[in-house]
């Protein structure tokens, strides 16, 4: 969705894109063989050619700066986080 897409934009402060195409796999395949049977004369000329973007996501320093901050308590509680779902999994 556009949310996620925007959100994921602001967590790992790069820009996304979407794809027109819902079918990236099988793009992925087609790029590799028109490569391969020298349709284009590379994998990268093939993927400038073939892949279509239908909609690019910006990050916003104010937004990734919130992200970066949470990333930061999550790595500090991860240790205990980590313990404690240990031991939830020995009591199953």
């Keep these: 969705s556009d949310k996620w897409l925007q959100l994921k934009s602001y967590i790992f402060g790069r820009k996304v894109v979407s794809l027109q195409t819902s079918e990236s796999a099988s793009l992925g395949g087609a790029i590799l063989a028109a490569a391969a049977t020298k349709e284009y004369a590379s994998v990268e000329d093939a993927v400038n050619a073939m892949v279509k973007i ?39």
Excluded at 71 to 76: F, G, I, M, R
């Design 54 to 92: 239908k909609k690019t996501y910006f990050p916003e320093k104010t937004n990734q700066n919130i992200y970066e901050n949470k990333q930061n308590v999550y790595e500090k509680i991860y240790p205990a986080i980590k313990k404690l779902n240990h031991i939830m999994k020995m009591k199953n």
